[in-house]
């Protein structure tokens, strides 16, 4: 199998990760998504990932706590994530760097977009935390931010969902599935597919972004062959 994307961004979230427990770290679900990584590799992909870190804190959880301050601990909570996918896909056999938008230099590199670069062409995994390092801003940005700036092809944002809908298949039946879509047609319909900012970047930057369901991690291969799981969205 060949890939059809050469430079991958993938997004992991943070619930994903905690499987049916909801928190914390689930190795049972971990471990099949780092093989199915591995194997990508194995194709010839270059992989670089973005964790959110839902499943150790959202927001602001205790409910008056101050943003900034409840974004940076957001924020470490990726970090922890970092750290365990990058175990979990060492023991896959990958080689796997850790890059932190906040300086952690004891446990892993400051974020340098051209040494990340150059370990992707290594055919090392790439494993970005902390978000963009600054408060007020998603994930999902980050994951387009990093992915404008290693030169991604496109970003796979893996969910817990098959694909874009027009509005929640989990409470409405009848909910429509969309096969491909716009940028636009995401801002212009306020659609679930990543918040505003993330979406503008990808749209301005020219990145497709797949939306697909992470429930069989397969399909993270898949996505990188090219065949059709999910949703596209297309820049314009």
């Known amino acids: 199998m ?31 998504i780092c093989k199915a990584i591995k194997e990508c590799v194995d194709m010839g992909a270059q992989i670089a990932v973005v964790v959110g870190g839902g499943n ?35 023991e896959t056999g990958a080689v796997v760097r850790v890059q932190t938008a906040i300086a952690m230099q004891e446990v892993a ?52 969902v098959d694909g874009v809908y027009d509005r929640d298949p989990h409470k409405y039946p009848d909910a429509v599935k969309f096969d491909t879509l716009t940028f636009q047609d995401v801002l212009a319909k306020n659609l679930a597919v990543m918040d ?3 979406a503008s970047m990808c749209k301005d930057n020219g990145l497709p972004l797949l939306v697909f369901n992470l429930a069989d991690p397969q399909n993270i291969v898949r996505a990188v062959a090219g065949e059709n799981v999910g949703t596209l969205v297309l820049p314009q």
Do not use: Q
């Open 196 to 198: 505003a900012t993330a």
């Open 109 to 160: 590199e400051p974020y340098i977009r051209n040494r990340a670069v150059r370990h992707l062409e290594k055919g090392r995994v790439v494993i970005f935390g902390c978000g963009t390092g600054n408060p007020f801003f998603s994930t999902d940005t980050a994951a387009s931010l990093r992915a404008a700036e290693i030169g991604a092809d496109v970003v796979l944002k893996a969910t817990m």
């Open 56 to 90: 150790f804190w959202r927001g602001r959880s205790s409910g008056a706590m101050d943003r900034t301050r409840a974004d940076h601990i957001g924020m470490l909570g990726t970090t922890m994530n970092a750290l365990a996918v990058a175990d979990a896909l060492e």
């Open 2 to 32: 060949e890939p059809k994307y050469k430079r991958v961004l993938l997004k992991l979230s943070g619930e994903a990760l905690a499987g049916e427990k909801k928190f914390g770290l689930d190795y049972s679900v971990i471990i099949p």
